[in-house]
């Protein structure tokens, strides 16, 4: 009986430690358990900020790649349009450049003609000035070889009389009343011929009317203008010329001074 008694003690102790060790072991895994939901709770805190952010950073990756592809297409459009608009100005500087350099060609070509035509008409005004530097000299002999015949005319005809007087007589103008009149120039005298060589002398020379002239034995009429000289140009007459002699080199109406013999 107190071998069972003690037997029973044995187990009520041996049960009151496994008790005991089960309540503590129950106690950590309450706790365990309390720290696995804490820690649920915060992983799902977590998870819920984390979902927050994720859904946030998607939106915001969403808008952004909106933005970069509308960004990309404006820029597309704005390159194709730099582009063309490129392509047509330097078309048209291509064209303006063309135009220029075609222009400079023109200009080089025409200046190049204008200076060519510059030194035709140099020579061609030397030409003429040489031509009427002869032809007064030629007047100027065949005035004189008309005084002197006219003297020996006056000395056989009046037996030496005055012959000074006769040759000293001007011999009358046949130049044309009005600037609108014309004129045969066969009809000038050779006086009419020097007044009119020395007024397109001086007119080439951009010279001053007629009595600033080179003084020369001849005066003009007062009653006869630069106009009524220069009407004997418009003349339509023509007639040869002789080999050599002034009127030659120029021909046409420029050579009518030194067509006529000379008037005795």
Same mark, same amino acid.
């Given at each position: ?15 009151? /430690?496994?008790?005991?060790? @089960? $309540?503590?072991?129950?106690?950590? +895994? =309450?706790?365990? &358990?309390? !720290? ?51 392509? /047509?100005?330097?078309?048209? @500087? $291509?064209?303006?450049?063309?135009? +220029? =350099?075609?222009? &400079?060609? !023109? ?158």
């Amino acid at each position: 009986m107190a071998e069972e008694l003690r037997l029973q003690v044995q187990e009520t102790d041996e049960l009151q /430690k496994a008790k005991k060790t @089960l $309540e503590e072991e129950n106690k950590k +895994l =309450r706790r365990e &358990v309390q !720290l696995n939901e804490q820690a649920v709770k915060e992983y799902a805190k977590q998870g819920f900020r984390q979902s927050k952010e994720i859904k946030d950073l998607t939106a915001k990756v969403k808008t952004l790649e909106r933005y970069v592809s509308t960004s990309t297409r404006e820029f597309e459009r704005e390159k194709d349009a730099l582009s063309t608009s490129d392509r /047509k100005k330097m078309g048209e @500087l $291509e064209l303006d450049s063309a135009g +220029l =350099r075609q222009l &400079v060609r !023109l200009k080089t070509k025409e200046l190049a003609n204008v200076k060519r035509l510059a030194a035709i008409i140099l020579q061609k005004r030397n030409d003429v000035e040489t031509f009427l530097l002869e032809s007064l000299e030629h007047v100027k002999t065949e005035i004189g070889r008309r005084r002197a015949e006219e003297e020996r005319t006056a000395r056989l005809s009046k037996g030496k009389l005055l012959p000074a007087l006769a040759v000293a007589e001007p011999r009358p103008s046949n130049l044309p009343q009005s600037a609108e009149e014309r004129v045969d120039i066969r009809d000038l005298t050779w006086e009419d011929r020097e007044r009119v060589l020395r007024l397109l002398f001086a007119k080439i020379n951009n010279s001053t009317p007629l009595h600033s002239m080179p003084p020369h034995a001849l005066q003009p009429d007062d009653g006869i203008s630069q106009e009524m000289l220069l009407a004997a140009m418009e003349s339509d007459s023509r007639s040869g010329d002789t080999p050599g002699s002034p009127s030659s080199k120029l021909g046409g109406d420029a050579a009518f001074f030194m067509t006529q013999p000379a008037v005795v």
